[in-house]
């Protein structure tokens, strides 16, 4: 409605509400005392313990000591100045508060936030405010290297500490899928839902069992996107900010393609195909101690990059020595520039390269499957929808499965 009038349009309806709604409560309970300094390090390095246990792949974590920094408890003092938190907790409870969610309101629309401020500034509910939103479990304020955590004190013991396997979580969001978060259509889906399903790794079955924090999030994560994408690739593209691993249209993704390869989707073909060549091999978790792709191989070539080789020497000494019932099978796959023909040589000749290079490693020849006659099937079997570089380099590939028993 019109803000310019007599009765001040919606924004004057909801600050009225609101007002009402706060003006009319008393907030004076005392909280119990759960979560102290003492407690709050310890499990504040403990959870990062677990966090960096559960994801290796995570770059340059932070010393304990600056953990310990990084976490403070929840004060009104924390947020009584800093207006961004406030306007985010009141846009937030404003529904509980008012009749809000009646109407389609951009939250950057400039009466709204002049509304939210008039509350915030009010002398009589705005101290309420900052008693209210000092109540939250938990806040964080900055990213990246800045980011704080903020944990209130009646938080207990178990709750305090899965709230910190989140936020730690949080805490190593690269920038790249920071940055391709803020562009998408839904930045609090890809940024909470997200952080959570991975945040949920760490967490034990029995922690689990009353979990339910951004549950509808987690539910299209699981829908959405884990039911197509590795959960090593999703780990990937959020801790590395390897976003062409979740998706390959966006501008982010395909500028950090070229970061991580130096395959430019806007080359010519043939700069694409001479970049795939010097570009780096690329490892793909399919399913841990199950299944391995060694993807971006030169294209028309076959044999294995220093990373598909730097792979393959982890999966062996993890999974391959320890385990004598552990037999290999390499799959060879090509993308589908040229004919049917050459893409099935290209595919069974990549596959015997792999074999070449395990019996290099010293991998026995009585542990090789079909070694003698290396599986291949061209361009015929696409792990992704040939479209631009990226999923070509995708296809050109070579899959690992470990085989125990008769499976």
């Known amino acids: 409605m019109d803000p310019v009038g007599a009765d001040g349009g919606t924004a004057e309806l909801l600050f009225g509400q609101a007002f009402s709604f706060l003006d009319n409560r008393s907030f004076s309970r005392r909280e119990p005392t759960h979560t102290n300094d003492t407690n709050l390090d310890s499990d504040a390095v403990a959870m990062h313990q677990r966090v960096l ?28 100045n800093d207006r961004t938190y406030l306007r985010e907790w009141l ?6 508060m008012s009749e809000a969610e009646d109407f389609a309101i951009d939250d950057t629309n400039t009466h709204y936030v002049a509304m939210l401020d008039r509350l915030i500034d009010d002398s009589d509910v705005g101290p309420k405010i900052v008693t209210l939103g000092a109540r939250q479990p938990a806040f964080t304020r900055g990213d990246g290297a800045s980011r704080e955590i903020f944990v209130h004190r009646r938080v207990e013991a ?19 899928y920071a940055a391709w978060v803020a562009a998408s259509k839904d930045s609090d889906f890809y940024n909470e839902g997200l952080t959570e399903w991975l945040a949920r ?48 249209r966006s501008t982010e993704a395909r500028t950090a393609f070229e970061t991580s390869t130096g395959i430019s989707e806007t080359a010519l073909e043939t700069d694409q195909n001479t970049a795939s060549r010097t570009g780096p091999g690329i490892f793909q978790t399919v399913e841990s101690g199950r299944h391995y792709r060694f993807l971006n191989l030169g294209f028309d070539e076959v044999q294995p990059k220093p990373e598909h080789l730097s792979a393959f020497r982890e999966i062996k000494a993890a999974q391959i020595e320890s385990d004598p019932e552990v037999k290999v099978r390499f799959v060879g796959h090509a993308s589908s520039a040229g004919s049917l023909e050459v893409n099935d040589r290209v595919a069974r000749r990549r596959s015997t390269a792999f074999y070449q290079m395990a019996r290099r490693e010293r991998l026995p020849a009585s542990r090789l499957l079909d070694a003698g006659n290396p599986p291949h099937f061209g361009e015929t079997l696409p792990t992704a929808t040939e479209e631009d570089a990226i999923t070509r380099a995708m296809n050109r590939r070579v899959e690992m499965f470990l085989v125990r028993g008769e499976s």
């Open 91 to 96: 846009d937030n409870f404003l529904p509980q």
């Open 201 to 248: 790794k760490v967490m034990t079955s029995e922690e689990l069992v009353d979990r339910t924090t951004y549950q509808p999030r987690v539910d299209v994560v699981e829908q959405q996107i884990a039911r197509h994408v590795p959960e090593d690739d999703i780990a990937r593209a959020f801790f590395r900010g390897e976003i062409w691993r979740l998706e390959t």
């Open 158 to 176: 178990g709750p305090r500490q899965l709230t910190l396997i989140h936020e730690l979580v949080h805490f190593y969001r690269h920038p790249d």
């Open 53 to 80: 246990a559960r994801f290796p792949l995570i770059a340059s974590a932070l010393p304990d000591s600056e953990i310990e920094r990084r976490v403070s408890l929840f004060e009104p003092a924390t947020i009584r």
